[in-house]
């Protein structure tokens, strides 16, 4: 177990549709990432956080958004859903912002888009 | 952006055997991450290095940033090591960005 919290564990929604992915990050952790993984593009970065500010951007579209709260946990919300959305979504959290610091990953959350 | 070569795709092993994965990159970076994904799609961080080589159990990692290659090594392979592998890297100068190879589907058969 990571520590790492995601839910739901399984989406399934119609294109079109708004959804709201949630991560809790281990104890102690600040900063949280956002990664897609799709079975054409690997695993891509979305976006980063730590401590309430983003940090870093990735590959997300302007239909996807995030944000982390002030009890770090953080919320991906993808919205007009298209077929393509369809993939599995990890977040992982580092007690620092950089890269030099281990990422503990969640278990991910599966979203089908129909 | 960094780009990330992973060889080889696809590893078919007998148990016990010596596996070697390998990564290369094309621009300079701070640090080196291989992850481990199970078939269930959970991923977990195996090392995170930026010199010289790391050991965990049966696993080895080691880069040569002069060369900008890294290796993982599993000594004595065991079916319970069949996953995918991934190296990562910082995409291009930055230090919050990672950009991931396309992994290695590692099968160890009994």
């Known amino acids: 177990d990571s520590g790492v919290t995601q839910t739901p564990k399984h989406l399934i929604t119609a294109t079109g549709q708004r959804v709201t992915l949630r991560c809790s990050p281990r104890s102690g952790d600040l900063s949280v990432y956002w990664y897609q993984q799709s079975l054409d593009q690997g695993l891509q970065f979305l976006i980063q956080y730590y401590n309430g500010e983003e940090r870093a951007k990735g590959n997300i579209l302007e239909r996807f958004s995030a944000q982390q709260f002030p009890d770090l946990h953080s919320e991906l919300n993808l919205s007009s859903l298209e077929l393509g959305d369809s993939a599995l979504y990890f977040c992982?959290?580092?007690?620092?912002?950089?890269?030099?610091?281990?990422?503990?990953f969640g278990a991910g959350t599966r979203l089908s888009v129909l | 952006k960094n780009e990330v070569e992973q060889s080889p795709q696809n590893l078919t092993a007998q148990e016990g055997e010596f596996i070697t994965i390998n990564c290369s990159y094309s621009v300079g970076i701070s640090a080196l991450h291989w992850l481990q994904q199970h078939p269930g799609g959970g991923i977990v961080s195996l090392f995170m290095?930026?010199?010289g080589k790391k050991k965990h159990g049966r696993l080895i990692a080691t880069i040569n940033i002069q060369e900008k290659h890294s290796s993982l090594h599993i000594t004595a392979s065991h079916p319970r090591d069949s996953a995918v592998y991934i190296c990562a890297v910082p995409s291009g100068g930055s230090n919050y960005k990672l950009t991931f190879g396309k992994g290695t589907l590692l099968t160890v058969n009994p």
């Open positions: 290095l930026s010199s």
């Open positions: 992982a959290s580092s007690v620092g912002g950089r890269l030099q610091n281990i990422q503990y």
